[in-house]
T-cell receptor, first 116, second 111 residues
Framework: EPEVTQTPSHQVTQMGQEVILRCVPISNHLYFYWYRQILGQKVEFLVSFYNNEISEKSEIFDDQFSVERPDGSNFTLKIRSTKLEDSAMYFC??????????????FGPGTRLLVL | QKEVEQNSGPLSVPEGAIASLNCTYSDRGSQSFFWYRQYSGKSPELIMSIYSNGDKEDGRFTAQLNKASQYVSLLIRDSQPSDSATYLCAASPEGFQKLVFGTGTRLLVSP
């Protein structure tokens, strides 16, 4: 069964450093997402990506964040200068169509980011 | 602010009982609703989706949607200890692609 994969599973970084989180969405999916979940809190939407551009982003997704689909399979989230409060589990998700039309988002296993 | 509200629990039920999980949402234009299960330290895993008013059954799970009351529920019949997890309710607001998640309800099924 196709699944979303993410690397690395864990990342420890120093405050102010750049990190890149990588995702391989399900191959025939067209919509890609990043969410984060701070320990003990709800899953929060960061950004959605469709047709090679950002289609929606949240207030959390400020200038420190960027996304890219560098090739036909990978989808990346870059945090330019990490802060302590960026420590969270980051989930990538993908869907065949928009969720507003009823399409399911499938989540990857997540990358746990710890900023020291 | 588009929000999804859930009781954080824990909801404790004995093995074999019916677990009833509830969720309300604020955006009346939301059309699609999803129940995900999340084990500790793991990613959300889809249980069921529902778009139309009424009930939708899939095995031991039944989702119920009442758009007039802005209420979604999930019933788990014959609960098993392996069902112990946090259940996340998510809504997709009209015109958006994102999912808005509730805080989740922690379910504990005791043997």
């Amino acid at each position: 069964e196709p699944e979303v994969t993410q690397t690395p599973s864990h990342q420890v970084t120093q405050m102010g450093q750049e990190v890149i989180l990588r995702c391989v969405p399900i191959s025939n999916h067209l919509y890609f997402y990043w969410y984060r979940q701070i320990l003990g809190q709800k899953v929060e939407f960061l950004v959605s990506f469709y047709n090679n551009e950002i289609s929606e982003k949240s207030e959390i997704f400020d200038d420190q964040f960027s996304v890219e689909r560098p090739d036909g399979s990978n989808f990346t989230l870059k945090i330019r200068s990490t802060k302590l409060e960026d420590s969270a589990m980051y989930f990538c998700a993908s869907s065949l169509g928009p969720s507003g039309a009823g399409e399911t988002q499938y989540f990857g296993p997540g990358t746990r980011l710890l900023v020291l | 602010q588009k929000e999804v509200e859930q009781n954080s629990g824990p909801l404790s039920v004995p093995e074999g009982a019916i677990a009833s999980l509830n969720c309300t949402y604020s955006d009346r234009g939301s059309q699609s609703f999803f129940w995900y299960r999340q084990y500790s330290g793991k990613s959300p895993e889809l249980i069921m989706s529902i778009y139309s008013n009424g009930d939708k059954e899939d095995g031991r799970f039944t989702a119920q949607l009442n758009k007039a009351s802005q209420y979604v529920s999930l019933l788990i019949r014959d609960s098993q200890p392996s069902d112990s997890a946090t259940y996340l309710c998510a809504a997709s607001p009209e015109g958006f692609q994102k999912l808005v998640f509730g805080t989740g309800t922690r379910l504990l099924v005791s043997p």
